[in-house]
């Protein structure tokens, strides 16, 4: 069973009042001579207040148990939503008996706030130890992960030299050559990232990752938690408890903060970790407080009401908000800016320390038991890092976790907390094992740590071909530069090593596995609630870029009041086939300005992808209800801005008159307006860049008004392209507006244009343009314009949930003596 997780392990001790109270009490009544005793002595039939007190104190124990009785007696499903907690007034009386707690509107309500308040006080070591010594009380053994990794290797092809360079020819010639593979000649280079690497992380052991850069340490935590781009080439075995990945879900087993900060600018700190706490789940918290109290109930153990209210409070699912991200916030230090935005280039917001401390407490609201932290300390002051740091030791040690994390330059003080350090340089582990002996081995090879140099600084420096020497310390003997491969050969001969060695060889008994260790749920919540969740956070994104949709209507008003001058009513004659023309020019006007309002979709799409990535490989939700929560909120849009431009100017430029034509005008401008945005949608999820994006997306709208039906009638169109005519959306939408404009009763005039064989002077125009000529084709032509709204839809859920994130190019000098690659950027999550 599952305690609560990282993210809702937080707090410290908060006395008991009720306890101090009774103690002191019980000294003052009992102490003092007889001779002062005498002197103070009260009346017969005078008020006691030290009997009064010690008599209320029983009545107050006496309700306290009623109420613990009355909550055994509730089913499970409600005893695990209710709790006895008891009201600090701060008074010299002690607590007072609140009785039984809704523990939903404690969660997440001011109750719940000041529950924390009693419960952190700057101790959270006790306050775990609370929490384990109640899970130890009544025998439940707490989950715990061991991870191997044997042989893993990473090795990834690099471009060679200059043709990594951004220019067109490059592009054009790599892309080419990724079609032909290996018919033509490769400017390639296969890069090691990871060479050949073993390790085992135990669980109560908190390591250090170190190394300098591109040495492969966030590879290294990538491969481990199953994260690694699918393009690089992995060889080796990963296990959890001696479970392979194809057996459980790494990505919800482990945590991996990453050391890029990907979040909406729009929400605010809380909120971000709001959400990811929903999306993550409880995982096994609610199972395990059953057991709880199950076990509880039948040895007759009443647990302390603060411990069994907070615990139940984190098992609750689904709420908007919480006290676990109350706890995140409070021991991350950003409870002080809380309710403040995330902010990006173009909003205000935290700070970049802030923002690191956000990407942590992202992943610390989740149950996992297992976490990967990659340079948290960017952006943060000593202080901050070691507080942090000592937060985690503490979590490691009293609740079984396995911890390993990443930092660049660790002050001493925050070095001396780990229990376990690796050091990574060149893809070759050179150390591997406890913090004590590193300087041992180092010693050992030559090589010693100056006193008033920091140990983390050494062993960054040490492997280096630059700074090595200047740590040579046997002056009997010259100095020899002693090369990193060379390193970890001797690692393996050293007494650490050979014990690692010797403990890989001994298969991990996968039937000690805890039952709730390994996650083989995808999600953390179902379907449903993930729609929920996803929805609520959209919505609130709506509501903070309300100033795009109010400039999109904006634009809509003046571009119509410019049309409505240019197409005036008393302006435009009707009833002949010369009349025909002003028409038709504003019908296709409306439409290009509905077209291009969706055009606005393309950038809304590539800005939300480097969060969405993110949430999406760390399976915060399933892909397809983020694009369908994406594609219905659009839809109440999508009829407010068609509705705008058809009530403006539909009368005003003199269309028919008619009700029924007015509301079939706008609907094929709503259906319009609903494919445009569907495919603008798709082409920002498959192009991913901006600039590509408005390349490509302009290309593409070219080639739907060239085919559209009226720049080119389709009378006059080459027969081998005819087939882009019939596949092109503005032509059916175009028919839509045409014939439900030329088929009503204005133009109804018989036809005296012999040339054009149609009966009224409507579907002589129709026919002129190579549109249908009858009543059936606004039908067909709106159930066209739904079928490609459809296929637009479902091929922007396709790419969300299968294209990989867009990742910087691999590139290596063509010198033979060096060996460095570029394989990271903000996108390669």
């Known amino acids: 069973m599952d305690p609560p997780g990282p993210g809702i392990q937080l707090g410290t001790l908060s006395g008991s009042r009720r306890s101090m109270g009774s ?96 419960v952190f006080q700057d101790d959270s070591e006790r306050f775990l130890t609370r929490l384990r010594d109640r899970v130890d009380r009544v025998g439940i053994d707490l989950p715990a992960i061991e991870v191997r990794y044997q042989g893993l290797s990473v090795e990834v092809d690099a471009f060679v030299g200059t043709s990594a360079l951004p220019t067109l020819w490059n592009s054009a010639t790599n892309f080419l050559q990724s079609l032909v593979g290996r018919l033509a000649s490769s400017n390639k280079k296969t890069i090691n990232i990871l060479r050949n690497v073993d390790g085992i992380l135990k669980p109560s052991r908190m390591t250090l990752l170190l190394g300098p850069p591109s040495s492969g340490k966030s590879t290294l935590m990538r491969a481990l938690t199953g994260k690694l781009d699918k393009t690089l080439k992995v060889s080796g075995s990963i296990t959890y408890c001696g479970h392979t990945f194809e057996e459980f879900y790494p990505e919800r087993t482990s945590a991996y903060v990453s ?129 942090i740091v000592k937060y985690i030791r503490q979590l490691v040690h009293v609740m079984n976790e396995t911890v390993m994390i990443s930092l660049l330059q660790p002050p001493p003080e925050t070095y001396n907390l780990f229990d376990d350090i690796i050091l990574l340089s060149e893809g070759y582990i050179v150390y591997h094992g406890p913090r004590d002996n590193i300087l041992d081995f180092f010693e050992a090879a030559g090589f010693r740590c100056p006193e008033r140099k920091g140990v983390a600084d050494f062993l960054q420096e040490v492997t280096s071909k630059k700074d090595q020497q200047q740590y040579w310390y046997l002056d009997q003997q010259q100095y020899r530069h002693v090369s990193v491969p060379e390193f970890a050969q001797r690692f393996k001969s050293f007494h650490v090593g050979q014990q690692m060695l010797k403990e890989l060889q001994i298969p991990f008994d996968k039937s000690k596995t805890h039952p709730a260790a390994l996650t083989t749920n995808k999600y953390g919540q179902s379907s449903w609630e993930s729609i929920k969740t996803v929805l609520s956070r959209e919505q609130l994104l709506m509501k903070r870029n309300s100033f795009i949709y109010i400039f999109k209507v904006t634009q809509l008003i003046i571009l119509g009041l410019m049309a409505m001058t240019v197409f005036l009513r008393t302006k435009m004659p009707y009833g002949h086939i010369s009349d025909g023309g002003k028409f038709f020019g504003a019908l296709t006007f409306s439409l290009i300005t509905v077209l291009f309002n969706g055009f606005a979709e393309l950038q809304l799409t590539i800005k939300m992808l480097p969060t969405f990535y993110k949430q999406r490989d760390f399976l915060f939700f399933p892909p397809w209800t983020f694009a369908l929560v994406t594609i219905i909120l659009r839809i109440p849009v999508s009829l407010m801005e068609s509705a705008v431009w058809v009530v403006l100017t539909y009368y005003v430029m003199g269309f028919a008159p008619a009700p029924g034509r007015f509301f079939r005008q706008l609907l094929a401008f709503f259906g319009t307006h609903q494919m445009a945005m569907g495919l603008f949608r798709f082409l920002g999820a498959v192009l991913k860049s901006m600039v590509v994006a408005n390349t490509f997306g302009m290309f593409v709208m070219l080639l739907i008004f060239i085919f559209g039906g009226f720049i080119i009638p389709r009378g006059d169109i080459r027969p081998w392209w005819i087939w882009a005519y019939w596949s092109s959306p503005m032509m059916y939408s175009q028919n839509a507006i045409s014939v439900n404009e030329f088929l009503s009763s204005r133009w109804a005039n018989t036809n005296t244009e ?23 084709g606004f039908w067909i032509s709106m159930g066209a314009i739904l079928g490609f709204t459809i296929l637009f839809n479902i091929l922007y859920i396709l790419a969300l949930t299968y294209l990989s994130p867009p990742s910087g190019s691999n590139t290596v000098s063509d010198k033979e003596n060096e060996n460095v690659t570029n394989t990271s950027t903000p996108m390669d999550i």
Request: proline share 3%; hydrophobic share 35%.
């Open 259 to 387: 050391q890029y900060d990907l979040h909406n600018a729009e929400m605010t700190v809380r909120e971000t970790l709001d959400f990811s706490r929903r999306c993550l789940g409880v995982g096994a918290r609610y199972d395990m407080l059953a057991e709880l109290a199950a076990r509880e109930r039948e040895a007759g153990i009443k647990p302390d009401p603060e411990i069994d209210a907070y615990m139940k409070a984190t098992a609750v699912q689904g709420q908007q908000t919480n006290i676990v991200t109350d706890l995140t916030l409070k021991v991350l230090g950003l409870d002080i800016c809380a309710d403040m935005p995330i902010g990006d280039e173009m909003i205000r917001g935290i700070s970049g320390g802030q923002k690191k401390r956000v990407t942590t407490g992202e992943m610390l609201t989740g149950p996992a038991r297992a976490l990967f932290m990659d340079e948290i300390s960017t952006g943060l002051d000593s202080s901050s890092t070691f507080e």
């Open 23 to 118: 103690s002191y009490g019980s000294r003052r009544s009992g102490g003092g001579g007889g001779s002062i005793s005498h002197s103070f002595r009260q009346p017969a039939g005078a008020d006691d207040p030290f009997g009064r007190a010690a008599s209320q104190q029983g009545h107050d124990d006496d309700e306290e148990n009623l109420r613990w009785a009355a909550l055994e007696k509730l089913p499970t499903y409600d005893r695990m939503r209710r709790a006895v907690l008891l009201s600090h007034a701060g008074g010299a009386d002690g607590d007072e008996l609140q009785g039984l707690v809704d523990i939903e509107q404690l969660a997440s309500g001011e109750a719940g706030r000041a529950l924390l308040e009693r």
């Open 754 to 776: 012999a040339s054009i064989k149609a009966s009224t002077v409507g579907e002589a125009i129709l026919k002129s343009k190579g549109l249908f000529t009858g009543d059936w």
